[in-house]
């Protein structure tokens, strides 16, 4: 009996041993380190076509609008045009019931008649007047008065004529002709329809000039428009032909600001040319105004330039820890020693940003694991077209560049990630 209650507790005793060490085991294996390296993600300096850009939106627009109003109210009577029709210049378009205008040139004519007639009055009593007092037989306060009617009646006579000339313009105004040689593109009134001129000329038509040259009036955000310029190339599209990429100039940039929403731009005009009549008046263009083009240069991707390694050190903290000249401020050249920028003392164009990047080669392994550890170059960067960044000096044909890693970065390393641009954010947006 007692040999059997020794072997239980034996049991229970290698039982708890047991379920001691599955329970380390766990521990230590959900605990340990992750000693895995680190796997990269990279690619390869390459040379080719950079073009960067700046992008905005406008609409399609005619060179030449011209919009026919009526001068007078009263109710179409006939419409000669519509929706698409050619016109030329001096062409009957419309035509508004003449009947009324027509009225009151046969009532001006009249008074007129009855004004001439007066005159002819006055004039015969002045004649006989001046014939009278001649002879002593009339007073002269008479005759002075017969000569002030024939005045009067003069002047009436001009006045009846202004009346009658008012009328007969008002109704040849009730013909309206196309002042310019064109198409319709819009058309605000029916036949029957009034249109009131009181205060203002009612638009009945909208001429386009000639619809092979367009031009879009491109909005323009201020922090853009400094790259922009008159004669820069233009590339855009259209919904309806989204395969398709038209081409414009620049011709004009209005010194006209307008604020939306807080965002000021400004109306930058575009000529287009639309020979095969395939763009229409409103289309929604979506515009890339080429700011700078460059052939056979090596390229390497932006993500490059943001990534850091986890353990790489705070650029720029520090009395020892200094950032890079130009990198990740809003200044792309830095400042000068004496505290003025350098970008006062250099045109746009030749500011070159320098960065960091990271390059892996086979002269970089970790020791003790075959996984190799990115090394940092400084770049000196030119234009940049928004996925891709153009490498002055820094870097060659064929070296590997690193843009990502699967090391998970804590919040510190995520911080220190530089921003896309190589210019260090703001300035000219890119495609």
């Given at each position: 009996m007692t040999r059997r209650n020794g072997s239980g507790w034996f049991k229970w005793l290698l039982l708890l041993v047991l379920l001691a060490g599955a329970a380390y085991g766990g521990w230590w294996y959900w605990t340990k380190p992750n000693e895995k390296p680190p796997e990269y993600r990279t690619a390869i300096v390459t040379r080719g076509e950079l073009t960067q850009a700046v992008t905005a939106s406008g609409q399609l627009n005619p060179v030449l609008n011209v919009?026919?109003?009526?001068?007078?109210?009263?109710?179409?009577?006939n419409l000669y045009v519509d929706f698409n029709s050619s016109v030329t210049q001096g062409q009957v378009v419309a035509e508004l019931d003449p009947a009324t205008y027509r009225a009151n040139v046969n009532q001006a004519d009249g008074e007129l008649a009855n004004a001439k007639a007066a005159l002819e009055l006055a004039q015969i009593e002045a004649k006989r007047a001046r014939e009278l007092a001649g002879e002593k037989l009339l007073p002269l306060s008479d005759l002075d008065q017969a000569?002030?009617?024939?005045?009067?009646?003069?002047?009436?006579?001009?006045?009846?004529?202004?009346?009658?000339?008012r009328a007969r313009v008002d109704l040849s105004r009730c013909t309206?002709?196309?002042?310019?040689?064109?198409?319709v593109i819009s058309r605000n009134v029916d036949v029957g329809q009034t249109v009131a001129a009181s205060f203002s000329a009612p638009i009945l038509f909208v001429i386009a000039n000639d619809l092979r040259r367009m031009q879009i009036d491109a909005m323009v955000s201020e922090a853009?428009?400094?790259?922009?310029?008159?004669?820069?190339?233009?590339?855009?599209?259209?919904?309806?032909?989204?395969?398709?990429?038209?081409?414009?100039?620049?011709?004009?940039?209005?010194?006209?600001?307008?604020?939306?929403?807080?965002?000021?731009?400004?109306?930058?005009?575009?000529?287009?040319?639309?020979?095969?009549?395939?763009?229409k008046p409103g289309m929604t263009a979506n515009v890339s105004i080429i700011s700078a083009e460059r052939e056979d240069v090596l390229k390497i991707p932006i993500a490059a330039l943001r990534f850091r390694p986890a353990d790489?050190?705070?650029?720029?903290?520090?009395?020892?820890?200094?950032?890079?000249?130009?990198e990740g401020t809003g200044n792309p050249v830095g400042r000068s020693m004496s505290g003025g920028?350098?970008?006062?003392?250099?045109?746009?164009?030749?500011?070159?940003?320098?960065?960091?990047?990271?390059?892996?080669?086979?002269?970089?392994?970790?020791?003790?694991?075959?996984?190799?550890?990115?090394?940092?170059?400084?770049?000196?960067?030119?234009?940049?077209?928004?996925?891709?960044?153009?490498?002055?000096?820094?870097?060659?044909?064929?070296?590997?560049?690193?843009?990502?890693?699967?090391?998970?970065?804590d919040a510190s390393a995520v911080g220190r990630q530089q921003p896309a641009s190589p210019f260090g954010g703001g300035g000219i947006r890119r495609f």
């Open positions: 919009q026919v109003g009526s001068q007078i109210s009263g109710n179409i009577q000569v002030a009617e024939l005045h009067k009646a003069e002047a009436q006579v001009k006045i009846r004529e202004s009346l009658l000339e309206i002709y196309a002042p310019t040689n064109g198409i853009d428009i400094g790259g922009v310029e008159v004669d820069q190339p233009v590339t855009f599209t259209v919904d309806a032909f989204p395969g398709r990429n038209f081409q414009g100039k620049v011709i004009q940039i209005r010194n006209s600001p307008a604020t939306n929403q807080n965002v000021v731009t400004y109306d930058t005009v575009v000529s287009v040319e639309n020979r095969d009549m395939k763009l790489a050190p705070i650029e720029g903290r520090g009395a020892t820890a200094r950032r890079p000249r130009g920028s350098d970008a006062t003392r250099r045109p746009r164009a030749e500011r070159t940003p320098t960065r960091t990047v990271y390059v892996l080669s086979s002269t970089n392994a970790i020791e003790g694991a075959m996984a190799p550890k990115p090394e940092p170059k400084q770049v000196r960067l030119g234009i940049s077209d928004g996925i891709f960044t153009e490498v002055l000096e820094g870097l060659n044909e064929g070296e590997i560049v690193v843009t990502g890693s699967s090391a998970t970065m």
